[in-house]
């Protein structure tokens, strides 16, 4: 998601064309064309297209990272994106409203490489559909393929389904195709239960949103201050997150984690990185947690007990939780991502309750979201609760995430959604109450271009959209970024690295570092990890990458100037590593 935050900062500024080496050509309906990108260049290719065509041009980003404008005959901006990483390919689909000549500019994505090159294909040529169902169809008929990997979607308007296509396949070694009862892993989808359960709760009286957490949990620190239910559910605790920890472990995407990992390195951190209450911060681990204090206070495990009472109630045949690494989930789709020779499968060895690790199908979650309607499993109190507000500690009313729920508008249309990535899974559950219109979207091909399309989808069945005319567009200094993308280069150390080698411990992550000099730069070596070559910056401090993550350094000296520890920042609160003598 950082990439699409960085892109779409690009929004609603004024382009400089004279960075750009331009080139521009007709596209024809053809094979694809492979061309050789370098930043600053700009191309531009010019489709004809008469009123009431839909066209699909494919731009696969083979070897660079671009971005894409597309623009009407009236030279007014329709589109701007860039959604996609490298092996990926850019969908660019133009209903035509008028007849004439459509410009598409392709251009460097402002990230690593540099150059490469990419192909572009004009390869659908239609008449646009008459209705909101047959441009969907349209649309995710030029998204996805039968033969990859793909997504299931679902539109319905009062508790009907009004709109439902699954293209692709579930497993590619079986070629097993999706449908509707196909299930996928949530991802942070997955809150969205375990706030509704803990509403249960609270609604049983069985537990506070004043409660203590170290009522339920004593063997978590005492940080000195009070967290509480209410904290959790609306992510002020302060409680450190894993995820960004897990990338100061070297921890990958296909390690082993579970709720219990996830417990002990909680109950070995020092300290919060924030005083609860003072502010929102999204963190994985409040919902699990939650998760846990469902089992404590029921005696049950979480997943029968979600089973019992939310699940079976519904009717969700195709529902389950993976409490266990190895536990089986019948009608499964598998997570895939597209590498320069194909696809590769995903290995799933997490289990995360509360967190994630809900498996549901588009059949299921149709009736998932007809439930805040119809109100079949839940009292009242419980949907009352759903909409509750928080308040800062500066007194300051947080009303943009409650139980799983994110609050917010789009084209000036209310709207409640949670939206869930992890390996290959995107996943989004979108409610638009005031319409009556709610939209589940998933996908299992590691595309985050998701997030866009089941926008569009969304946009065919939605009224009285309010939608802003884009401004042209401003690209960010190029030469400064042609500086931050350079392959990255760490000069020798210009001061002795002696005192700061040696081995290092975090208490807080069960981790050991070790530093030493490499042909006179200091290294951090771990077996977690490849080398990673660190830069000195200034008196004591260094800075390192850790893939797409920059970390620094900050030595700590006692009395005596001698080196105890280090700091580790660039994440959350930054963790100490004590020097082993």
């Known amino acids: 998601m950082k990439k699409i935050a960085i892109i779409y900062c690009f929004f609603l500024m004024l382009i400089s064309s004279a960075m750009f080496a331009q080139t521009i050509e007709s596209l024809k309906l053809n094979g694809p064309k492979t061309v050789y990108l370098e930043a600053g260049q700009a191309f531009k290719y010019h489709i004809s297209l008469k009123k009431g065509q839909h066209a699909a041009i494919k731009v696969k980003q083979k070897s660079v990272g671009i971005c894409y404008a597309v623009y009407s005959p009236k030279d007014s901006l329709m589109s701007f994106d860039d959604f996609n990483a490298i092996n990926q390919t850019e969908i660019i ?10 410009r598409v500019e392709i251009f460097w994505d402002y990230g690593r490489p540099q150059k490469g090159e990419f192909t572009i294909v004009w390869d659908t040529l239609e008449e646009t559909g008459n209705t909101p169902k047959q441009k969907a ?18 539109v319905l308007k009062n508790n009907q389904v009004i709109y439902k296509n699954a293209i692709g396949l579930a497993n590619m070694e079986y070629k097993i195709p999706l449908t509707g009862s196909t299930s996928f892993e949530l991802a942070s989808c997955s809150k969205q239960f375990t706030g509704f359960a803990i509403a249960m709760l609270i609604d049983k009286g069985l537990i506070l949103l004043d409660d203590d957490i170290k009522k339920y949990f004593p063997e978590l620190p005492d940080f000195g201050k009070k967290i509480t239910i209410e904290n959790l559910v609306y992510h002020t605790s302060g409680l450190r997150n894993s995820d960004a920890m897990g990338i100061s472990m070297g921890m990958h995407f296909d390690d082993i984690v579970t709720t219990d990992m996830i417990y002990k390195m909680l109950c070995s951190t020092t300290e919060l990185n924030f005083t609860p209450g003072e502010r929102y911060s999204y963190s994985n681990p409040n919902y699990n947690l939650l998760a846990m204090i469902i089992e404590k206070v029921t005696q049950q495990k979480f997943s029968d007990w979600m089973t019992e009472n939310i699940f079976r109630p519904l009717d969700m045949k195709n529902t389950y939780i993976k409490d266990d690494i ?20 995903n290995v799933e060895n997490f289990a995360e309750i509360g967190s994630a690790s809900v498996y549901s199908s588009i059949d299921d979650l149709a009736k998932w979201v007809n439930n805040f309607s119809t109100k079949k499993v839940g009292g009242e109190k419980v949907f009352q609760l759903l909409n509750r507000k928080t308040t800062l500690n500066n007194g300051e009313e947080f009303k ?3 139980f799983g729920n994110g609050f917010g508008s789009h084209k000036g249309t209310y ?18 109450p005031d319409q009556n219109i709610a939209i589940v979207y998933l996908s299992n091909d590691n595309n985050d271009v998701t997030y866009s399309r089941y926008w569009k989808i969304a946009d065919l069945f939605l009224q009285n959209l309010k939608s802003q005319p884009l401004n042209p567009v401003k690209f960010p200094d190029l030469n400064e970024f042609l500086a931050k993308t350079m392959p990255l280069k760490v000069e020798k150390c210009p001061v002795e690295t002696k005192e700061y080698e040696g081995h ?5 992550m069960n981790i050991h570092y070790k530093l030493i000099n490499k042909e006179g730069i200091l290294t951090l070596v771990t077996y977690r990890f490849d080398y990673i070559s660190l830069k000195w910056e200034k008196a004591d401090v260094f800075s390192g990458n850790y893939e797409d993550y920059k970390r620094g350094f900050e030595f700590i000296r006692d009395n005596n100037g001698k080196i105890t520890s280090f700091k580790l920042t660039g994440g959350e609160k930054g963790v100490i590593f004590k020097k082993m003598q």
């Open 137 to 154: 169809d349209q649309l995710m008929k030029s998204w996805y393929s039968q033969n990859e990997p793909g997504a299931a979607v679902v």
């Open 415 to 432: 709207k409640i959604e949670h939206l869930g990535l992890v390996l290959g899974y995107r996943t989004a559950i979108v409610r638009y």
């Open 400 to 402: 943009y995430y409650a």
């Open 326 to 345: 190895k536990k089986l989930i019948p009608n499964k789709a598998s997570s895939y991502k597209e590498v320069e020779y194909g696809f590769n499968v």
């Open 93 to 102: 689909n133009i209903m035509a409203t008028e007849t004439g000549n459509y």
């Open 504 to 508: 290092y411990y975090a208490d807080e």
